[in-house]
């Protein structure tokens, strides 16, 4: 998907080496299991590893669970922060924390990321083969327990779930 933002019709595939794409994960577990912080990725020919296929595209896996920052060390108060460990004293983490609070704080705010999520979450339930419904049913209890403990009334529950699911009232 990225490439095609950035080649027109008729364009040489060779042109993309020009435009370095990065995927970036962060993830709450060792997906790799070899405990880095940070595992990198660029695309390489199977048989002879050493040829690359020069097209600039790159990942990049975040482990928030690596004992040893070395390798992403400029991450390391983030990834802390990923897997709980809070440090203040870093300017970084502060803002962070700040911007967190101040979602927490903003009804209008909280209320847009939570559409967001779920929405997000649905996407992904819906690419699942069975269970849709079951799952649908779970996400709008959740989105309505979430809503009743931020204080929201019956009434502002179902506008929001309404303007959500694109239906009535």
């Not at 482990?63 to 004293?89: C, E, H, I, Q």
């Not at 990321?113 to 979450?121: A, G, I, T, V």
């Not at 989105?143 to 009232?169: C, M, N, P």
Request: glycine share 6%; charged share 25%; aromatic share 12%.
């Amino acid at each position: 998907m990225m490439d095609q933002l950035l080649l027109r019709s008729g364009d040489s595939y060779r042109q993309l080496a020009t435009f370095p794409t990065y995927v970036i994960f962060f993830c709450q577990f060792d997906y790799y299991g070899r405990g880095w912080a940070r595992y990198r990725f660029e695309d390489r020919e199977i048989t002879d590893p050493l040829m690359t296929a020069h097209n600039g595209q790159h990942s990049v896996i975040f482990n928030a669970t690596a004992s040893d920052y070395r390798r992403a060390s400029a991450l390391g108060p983030f990834l802390d922060l990923m897997a709980g460990n809070v440090n203040n004293k870093d300017k970084f983490i502060a803002q962070i924390q700040a911007e967190i609070k101040s979602i927490k704080m903003n009804q209008e705010r909280w209320l847009e990321n939570m559409l967001y999520e779920l929405k997000m979450q649905e996407r992904f339930d819906a690419g699942e083969e069975q269970g849709l419904n079951t799952e649908r049913n779970r996400t709008v209890q959740k989105f309505i327990a979430w809503s009743r403990q931020r204080g929201a009334d019956q009434a502002t529950v179902v506008t929001d779930l309404a303007e959500l699911y694109g239906i009535s009232k």
